[in-house]
């Protein structure tokens, strides 16, 4: 086989299907403008084709023309020996070897696909916008209107294939090309058992994920805009065989779709299954720093922020694929909303807190399991809340961060105040009195020094968290001085001096 390592990296074609917008180009000029994406919520490939193009939007350069006598020797020679042409093809394209990796005995073929995935399905993506690509300019430069009334009708039956035989090729090349999707999608069981490392940004379960879900892209786009090439073939063509061969397409394409969908929803399956068993697992190399010394985002959550970004940008795809997960009855959503992919989502971030919460007793400090609640569900809602306002009840998700904020500033801060309000003065060793003022100062200097190195990674919420504890205690510091006439003695801290102290907090 092949070395897939090598040869041209991926040029901006990669991106069908990957959520991102694209405007698909290639080095030959040829830009299928009409292609149209838009990522985020709503985001399914929309590409607006129109068959007729208007005169001059297909350029005419000498690598266009010699791209197109190259297709056109293709078509000759597939006319002879059908399976030799498309051998030429694929091995000019670098993709030689789908065709064998699309054979049920091929075992090497299919154990290298296995062992990477990303490069090979990456490369087959490439190569299928390439011929797909080539089949619109050669239809086009042969079949569109205003080529055919520009030609003198003594060449045109010299030049243009026959709309049966072009049908065909097409058929055929399609036909071998998706059969890769029989072939990636069966390298997805379900069952596998994944480890924390397998959640990572180049982990199994989200790669896996992730590439099911661009080759589905592909598929897609390929045949939207290759369908209507065929139904206008047909038409040209008026023979029952190119009819039959359009309803035969369409099945094909119908059938390979529900093949990745079924994978993709397994797939789903086991990233969920994986995220949870490494929330569960209490194996302290999750944490993205120490337990004992920082309240850090532990990786279930990144895991969960990971796989809800690859989910909403590929909203359209997996929308539909839950929707029908849930028709059948394989998704039951446990709750009232009308879309299960928004209750899919609900549940897992219900699940996440309930997980965490249960992590943060393990914490030896109170307190720095309050903000270890904070700054993961902080997190969560950064990434939710650009995209699920209006579809996920955000207001629950920060009302719990307000609740943890207001439960941290009672166990951490409120008893460093409460030395204020002490009884009277106490009889210490050596005769020394210790005044509420001193109380105060040795509380606030203790605590302050505990969690100076406890660690906010996010700047506005470590400025929100600052400004509330400074609300509270040097506003209450200020104001007990202000509404009392005790003696300072023992005190050598100020008002503004606490305030400095507090700017201090949450550096790690």
Not at 25 to 44: A, E, R, Y
Not at 105 to 133: K, S
Not at 221 to 249: G, K, N, W, Y
Request: proline share 5%; glycine share 4%; hydrophobic share 35%.
């Amino acid at each position: 086989m092949e070395d897939v390592h090598g040869g041209e990296p991926w040029n901006d074609r990669k991106a069908i299907g990957s959520g991102e917008s694209v405007a698909t180009s290639s080095s030959s000029g040829n830009t299928l403008s009409t292609i149209q994406h838009t990522s985020g919520s709503g985001s399914f490939p929309l590409p607006l084709f129109v068959v007729e193009q208007p005169p001059g939007s297909w350029r005419d350069d000498d690598e266009t023309r010699q791209r197109r006598q190259h297709i056109k020797g293709l078509l000759e020679e597939f006319c002879g020996n059908s399976s030799a042409a498309l051998r030429r093809w694929f091995s000019d394209l670098g993709i030689a070897w789908v065709l064998r990796v699309a054979a049920e005995d091929d075992a090497p073929a299919r154990l290298l696909l296995l062992e990477d995935q990303r490069t090979f399905a990456g490369r087959w993506i490439q190569a299928l916008a390439d011929i797909t690509e080539s089949i619109l300019d050669t239809y086009h430069s042969c079949f569109s209107q205003s080529h055919l009334e520009s030609l003198p009708e003594e060449l045109e039956a010299t030049i243009i294939p026959d709309p049966a035989h072009f049908s065909r090729f097409i058929q055929e090349t399609m036909l071998k090309m998706l059969s890769f999707v029989d072939a990636i999608a069966a390298l997805n069981p379900n069952n596998t058992r994944c480890t924390d490392a397998t959640l990572d940004s180049n982990g199994a379960p989200l790669e896996k994920l992730k590439t099911l879900l661009d080759v589905r892209g592909a598929v897609f786009m390929a045949s939207f805009l290759i369908q209507p090439l065929l139904l206008h073939l047909s038409s040209s063509a008026q023979t029952e065989s190119c009819r039959t061969l359009l309803e035969d397409m369409e099945a094909l394409r119908s059938d390979k779709d529900d093949i990745l969908a079924e994978a993709i929803w397994n797939t789903m399956q086991e990233v969920t299954a994986a995220i949870l068993l490494l929330a569960d697992d209490g194996n302290h190399d999750s944490w993205d720093t120490p337990q004992g010394s920082s309240a850090g985002i532990h990786k279930v959550t990144r895991s969960i922020e990971r796989y809800i970004r690859l989910l909403e940008i590929n909203y359209r795809s997996v929308d539909q694929i839950v929707r029908k997960a849930a028709d059948c009855g394989t998704y039951a959503p446990k709750t009232c909303s009308t879309n299960p992919f928004t209750s899919m989502i609900t549940e897992m971030v219900s699940c996440l807190e309930e997980k965490l919460a249960k992590m943060s007793e393990s914490f030896p400090n109170t307190s720095l399991g309050l903000l270890f609640l904070i700054n993961n569900l902080h997190s969560l809602w950064q990434q939710l809340h650009p995209v699920y306002d209006t579809k996920f009840n955000m207001s629950v998700l920060t009302r719990k961060i307000e609740d943890y904020i207001d439960k941290y500033l009672q166990e951490a801060w409120a008893p460093v105040l409460a030395r204020l309000h002490s009884s009277s003065p106490s009889t210490l060793q050596f005769g020394r009195k210790h005044f509420p003022l001193s109380k105060f100062e040795s509380e606030f200097r203790k605590t302050h020094n505990d969690q100076k190195l406890w660690k906010v990674p996010d700047p506005e919420l470590r400025k929100r968290l600052r400004k509330a504890i400074t609300d509270k205690v040097a506003s209450g510091f200020t104001n007990f001085l202000e509404e009392n006439t005790v003696s300072t003695r023992g005190s050598t801290i100020t008002p503004q001096e606490v305030e400095d102290m507090l700017q201090e907090l949450f550096e790690g």
